[in-house]
């Protein structure tokens, strides 16, 4: 069994920065670990992943080259450091793990936290 605990949301200006951290209590070694987050009556959607080893990780289209993910398996620890935040980025955020493979598709992941919320605006 793994709980997730995700942290570093807040209200930000446009163009700002923030870094989400997800802690894990139980092992997450062998699994990807994904960022997903969901706006008022959108979808939850896929933003970022990252492989059990840290070697592939995959952006959303939105995000790239704005946004890094990271994970230190020694401290069971993901990080999302986002840059140059737009208002579209506002959403509840999301980590989750549970599958061997990554993939922005919600129903793999066996294990999600709380999210946190963050909010772009001036």
């Known amino acids: 069994q793994v709980q997730l605990v995700e942290s570093g949301g807040g209200l930000v200006q446009p163009g700002g920065s923030l870094r989400l951290s997800c802690a894990a209590s139980?092992?997450?070694?062998?699994?990807?670990i994904c960022w997903f987050r969901q706006a008022p009556g959108k979808e939850r959607e896929g933003v970022s992943c990252i492989s059990s080893n840290g070697e592939r990780t995959r952006y959303a289209d939105s995000v790239q080259g704005r946004f890094t993910i990271s994970r230190d398996n020694a401290k069971n620890v993901a990080t999302l450091k986002m840059n140059s935040l737009k208002p579209e980025d506002t959403a509840v955020y999301f980590c989750?793990?549970?599958?061997?493979?990554?993939?922005?598709?919600?129903?793999?992941?066996?294990?999600w936290g709380q999210g946190t919320q963050v909010t772009v605006s001036s």
């Open positions: 139980g092992s997450t070694l062998d699994y990807a």
């Open positions: 989750a793990t549970g599958s061997q493979f990554i993939s922005f598709r919600p129903g793999g992941y066996r294990y």
